[in-house]
């Protein structure tokens, strides 16, 4: 398992850390690390319920994944019938793999720099605590007792954040870039009429929430400036007190544009004439369906479309 870019998104517990040391940021993240390799550890039961990050696809992506389920399907045989129920989640155990090895890595790393026998080696399903449990107690030892100390700091920080990264990314825990599923009142999602509103942590929010804020990143918003709040790189920024705002704002627009839009047909599609949905109730649409056929005098509805 590969780990995901540095720039990817991170949580905004994270977001402040950087100006911390790298041993504390190292210590911290591996802390974390071993409590949230055992939740994601019960994931690997497919009747676990799983956290969600949702991914919000563009006409692109979305004709793509189309394109390879049609695939898919018309390579079907009798030999292969295709997807199945797995025992486990490939991508927990992918996710779990890749703690594990990190883990073993960065504790031999350390325990050789102390001269502390290191740990045997362990299978692919193995538990990766006690290698995070062995390189944070050693570490700070390590880091001290050599010349090239703060670099090996570096070395277990950047180790230890990559971890934390692959699991909360498993674990749904990023929040900083998260798509808020609403249009844009003001751009209506920009040329596309997309999603734009995502997430931001920005420094110092773990101190402060006002620097969690909503950015429109259509490209072309420009809202008056009576309803914006700030601005950050550009972008129209709305700090987490003004959330509520933004929601009564949109649930107001809804509200109009639902008064405004025209009523629905009563029969939108003939379903009702195979029996699926139940019969039509009104005179006129019976006779409709029934092409001429001369009407009885029972017009009860029949819900569970069994009549004949």
């Not at 039961?45 to 949702?54: F, Q, T, V």
């Not at 995070?132 to 107690?137: D, Q, T, V």
């Not at 047909?265 to 649409?285: E, K, L, Y």
Request: aromatic share 6%; charged share 25%; net charge negative.
């Amino acid at each position: 398992m590969t780990h995901s870019n540095r720039q990817a998104a991170r949580s905004v517990v994270r977001v402040a850390r950087e100006g911390r040391s790298a041993l504390d940021r190292a210590l911290d993240d591996l802390r974390e690390v071993e409590t949230l390799v055992g939740f994601l550890a019960l994931l690997r039961d497919p009747a676990a319920k799983r956290p969600w990050r949702e991914v919000v696809l563009d006409a692109f992506q979305r004709a793509e994944l189309d394109d390879e389920a049609r695939a898919e399907l018309a390579d079907r045989t009798e030999d292969a019938p295709g997807e199945h129920r797995d025992a486990a989640r490939p991508d927990v155990l992918d996710a779990l793999s890749g703690v594990l090895w990190r883990a073993q890595d960065l504790a031999a790393y350390v325990l050789r720099a102390v001269y502390h026998p290191a740990l045997p080696e362990a299978g692919p399903a193995a538990d990766p605590r006690p290698y995070l449990r062995a390189a944070r107690e050693h570490l700070p030892t390590a880091v001290t007792g050599w010349t090239n100390g703060k670099d090996f700091a570096y070395f277990a920080a950047d180790r230890a954040a990559a971890m934390l990264d692959d699991l909360e990314a498993a674990l749904a825990l990023n929040v900083d870039g998260h798509t808020v599923k609403a249009v844009c009142p003001w751009c209506r999602g920009g040329l596309a009429g997309s999603y734009s509103w995502r997430v931001r942590a920005l420094p110092g929010s773990t101190t402060d929430l006002s620097l969690v804020v909503i950015v429109c990143e259509s490209g072309v918003c420009n809202p008056p400036t009576k309803d914006v709040t700030t601005w950050w790189k550009g972008v129209p920024a709305w700090p987490f007190r003004d959330w509520p705002w933004l929601a009564r704002r949109l649930a107001r627009l809804d509200a109009r544009r639902a008064a405004l839009a025209p009523p629905p047909p009563v029969f939108p599609a003939v379903q009702g004439s195979t029996g699926r949905a139940g019969t039509a109730s009104t005179p006129d649409a019976e006779a409709a369906l029934l092409d001429g056929v001369p009407l009885t005098t029972d017009r009860t509805t029949d819900p569970e479309g069994t009549a004949a």
